[in-house]
């Protein structure tokens, strides 16, 4: 590194704006990169309704970053990825470990040190303690902003203004989603409501899930005594119609929910065309590749646990498996896949990227993982030396396709914002070729797990590529 920090030194500084998980990991890649960076971080100048110390990256809730499991976990494949491209994220992460069986937690007191004393060692890092009240300046040409789901007022304001009114999101309001693998056909059937085709339709375009009287009273019935899980103190309770979690419709009477979102109106059962349901769910595909399903009008405030077990009371939901689960929480985030190219940068400035959490990725790991991709597209901007982005069969490559272009948008629903954020997941990777077992066929969890299997090797290897790295020593090892 020595070598080239004379040069570097006479380029212009790259500005991050935020020092949390997705600004320290996009300072650490454009300084390794050779370029000079400033990072800016409004604490302790200003703090934010959830963080505490003048850390960088802290960690404002749990200190988990989930799964370790690189082989047939999705956010474990991604700290795999982030390891080979050098993640101070993952390294500090690793050197703080605490006990947590296959996951990886974290003494966060000591990780956040740990990435405070790397990024104030480094020669090409220079820290601003200070709020950024606006848009960067016109002289700070490459600048990437990662100010997080708690982004300071004035700030988001001017994001707000920039981009228009509908692409800035101050609150999660998301009804769970599912495997597309993991519904069953045989109860379920695909169909428009009334067959409508509509712009871009086929007249089969959700999957509906059938209820008689009884099932429907049993579901009513759990969604008021499940549990829910409360709104913070500063988060108000920001309902509003056509956003009403499901649990409160039920609240307002048994009836609500099935002359709302659950109506049995213009659906013919197709496996039983005579009988009339009761009430029906309706599920919508929710990424491009076809591989996950959200249930449409189901936001929930109830908690995750819950959640499983009264949605697999569905109908054709019995073994469903939840890419993720709903919830409604603060959390502020922009329209990415109307706003941002294929590398991170806001289509209508050139040269200013987005990252982390308010792209509308979630979760630490996701967000220093974003983090990391916005540091290396801009270094490589300020070399000269345009990057692709990493391919789609990757952990990177699925998450940043989810943000900047894998989304369907809602053609029949106008006016409603159809992109919400998502962990890391199997579901945002396209499909992987199993090659044909010798002897005996694979079934039911050894099937899932092969494929998981054969998921994951195919992203480090596609990852390694895209990063350059050398194949063959690795095979070697
Ligand atoms: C209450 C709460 C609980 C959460 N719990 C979890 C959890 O348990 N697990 C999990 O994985 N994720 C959790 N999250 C999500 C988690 O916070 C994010 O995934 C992650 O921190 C996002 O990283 P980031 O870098 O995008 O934002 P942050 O880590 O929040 O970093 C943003 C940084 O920008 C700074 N900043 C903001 N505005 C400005 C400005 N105008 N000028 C300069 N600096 C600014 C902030 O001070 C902050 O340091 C939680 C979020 C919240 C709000």
Same mark, same amino acid.
């Given at each position: 590194?020595?070598?080239?920090? !004379?040069? @570097?030194?006479?380029?212009?500084? +790259?500005?991050?704006? /935020?020092?949390?998980? *997705?600004? %320290?990991? =996009?300072?650490?890649?454009?300084?390794?990169?050779?370029?000079?960076?400033?990072?800016?971080?409004?604490?302790?100048?200003?703090?934010?309704?959830?963080?505490?110390?003048?850390?960088?990256?802290?960690?404002?809730?749990?200190?988990?970053?989930?799964?370790?499991?690189?082989?047939?976990?999705?956010?474990?494949?991604?700290?795999?990825?982030?390891?080979?491209?050098?993640?101070?994220?993952?390294?500090?992460?690793?050197?703080?470990?605490?006990?947590?069986?296959?996951?990886?937690?974290?003494?966060?007191?000591?990780?956040?040190?740990?990435?405070?004393?790397?990024?104030?060692?480094?020669?090409?890092?220079?820290?601003?303690?200070?709020?950024?009240?606006?848009? !960067?300046? @016109?002289?700070?040409?490459?600048? +990437?902003?990662?100010? /997080?789901?708690?982004? *300071?007022? %004035?700030? =988001?304001?001017?994001?707000?203004?920039?981009?228009?009114?509908?692409?800035?999101?101050?609150?999660?309001?998301?009804?769970?989603?599912?495997?597309?693998?993991?519904?069953?056909?045989?109860?379920?059937?695909?169909?428009?409501?009334?067959?409508?085709?509509?712009?871009?339709?086929?007249?089969?375009?959700?999957?509906?899930?059938?209820?008689?009287?009884?099932?429907?009273?049993?579901?009513?019935?759990?969604?008021?005594?499940?549990?829910?899980?409360?709104?913070?103190?500063?988060?108000?309770?920001?309902?509003?119609?056509?956003?009403?979690?499901?649990?409160?419709?039920?609240?307002?009477?048994?009836?609500?929910?099935?002359?709302?979102?659950?109506?049995?109106?213009?659906?013919?059962?197709?496996?039983?065309?005579?009988?009339?349901?009761?009430?029906?769910?309706?599920?919508?595909?929710?990424?491009?590749?076809?591989?996950?399903?959200?249930?449409?009008?189901?936001?929930?405030?109830?908690?995750?646990?819950?959640?499983?077990?009264?949605?697999?009371?569905?109908?054709?939901?019995?073994?469903?498996?939840?890419?993720?689960?709903?919830?409604?929480?603060?959390?502020?985030?922009?329209?990415?896949?109307?706003?941002?190219?294929?590398?991170?940068?806001?289509?209508?400035?050139?040269?200013?990227?987005?990252?982390?959490?308010?792209?509308?990725?979630?979760?630490?790991?996701?967000?220093?993982?974003?983090?990391?991709?916005?540091?290396?597209?801009?270094?490589?901007?300020?070399?000269?030396?345009?990057?692709?982005?990493?391919?789609?069969?990757?952990?990177?490559?699925?998450?940043?396709?989810?943000?900047?272009?894998?989304?369907?948008?809602?053609?029949?629903?106008?006016?409603?914002?159809?992109?919400?954020?998502?962990?890391?997941?199997?579901?945002?990777?396209?499909?992987?070729?199993?090659?044909?077992?010798?002897?005996?066929?694979?079934?039911?969890?050894?099937?899932?797990?092969?494929?998981?299997?054969?998921?994951?090797?195919?992203?480090?290897?596609?990852?390694?590529?895209?990063?350059?790295?050398?194949?063959?020593?690795?095979?070697?090892?």
């Amino acid at each position: 590194m020595a070598g080239i920090i !004379p040069a @570097a030194m006479k380029t212009e500084p +790259i500005h991050v704006i /935020g020092g949390g998980l *997705a600004g %320290s990991e =996009a300072a650490w890649q454009i300084a390794e990169a050779g370029v000079p960076v400033v990072l800016h971080e409004m604490r302790p100048v200003r703090g934010t309704e959830a963080h505490k110390t003048d850390g960088l990256a802290e960690l404002v809730c749990s200190n988990s970053f989930r799964s370790d499991d690189a082989e047939t976990n999705a956010v474990g494949l991604l700290h795999a990825e982030m390891r080979l491209a050098g993640s101070l994220i993952m390294r500090s992460g690793d050197a703080h470990q605490v006990p947590a069986g296959s996951a990886l937690a974290v003494d966060r007191d000591g990780f956040s040190a740990a990435v405070t004393e790397r990024i104030e060692a480094h020669p090409l890092i220079t820290i601003e303690r200070g709020e950024v009240t606006g848009l !960067p300046p @016109a002289d700070w040409d490459l600048a +990437i902003i990662a100010t /997080g789901p708690l982004t *300071a007022p %004035s700030l =988001a304001e001017a994001i707000r203004e920039a981009t228009g009114a509908d692409a800035l999101a101050f609150f999660d309001a998301i009804a769970p989603i599912v495997h597309f693998d993991t519904i069953d056909m045989d109860t379920c059937w695909f169909q428009s409501r009334y067959d409508k085709v509509g712009p871009g339709g086929t007249g089969k375009d959700y999957i509906n899930c059938p209820m008689d009287k009884a099932q429907y009273e049993a579901f009513i019935q759990a969604l008021l005594d499940g549990q829910k899980t409360e709104f913070k103190e500063w988060e108000g309770t920001p309902y509003f119609d056509g956003c009403l979690p499901i649990e409160v419709m039920a609240e307002r009477g048994p009836e609500t929910l099935r002359h709302g979102p659950m109506k049995p109106m213009g659906l013919t059962n197709a496996h039983n065309p005579t009988v009339k349901p009761y009430a029906v769910v309706q599920l919508r595909q929710d990424n491009a590749l076809g591989t996950l399903y959200n249930m449409v009008g189901f936001q929930t405030k109830l908690r995750h646990g819950e959640q499983s077990r009264i949605f697999r009371m569905i109908p054709g939901l019995e073994n469903a498996e939840f890419a993720r689960l709903g919830g409604l929480h603060r959390n502020t985030y922009i329209n990415s896949p109307t706003l941002l190219d294929c590398t991170l940068q806001l289509k209508l400035r050139p040269g200013l990227r987005f990252a982390g959490q308010i792209t509308g990725c979630e979760g630490y790991v996701e967000s220093a993982a974003i983090g990391l991709l916005a540091g290396r597209f801009a270094a490589a901007e300020r070399l000269g030396r345009p990057l692709a982005p990493p391919p789609e069969t990757t952990a990177f490559g699925a998450l940043l396709n989810h943000i900047t272009g894998g989304h369907i948008v809602s053609d029949d629903e106008p006016g409603k914002r159809s992109f919400q954020p998502m962990n890391v997941n199997f579901g945002l990777f396209p499909p992987v070729t199993m090659p044909k077992p010798e002897g005996k066929r694979l079934r039911g969890k050894e099937k899932t797990q092969a494929k998981k299997k054969a998921v994951t090797a195919r992203a480090l290897s596609d990852c390694r590529g895209w990063l350059g790295l050398d194949m063959t020593a690795e095979a070697a090892e």
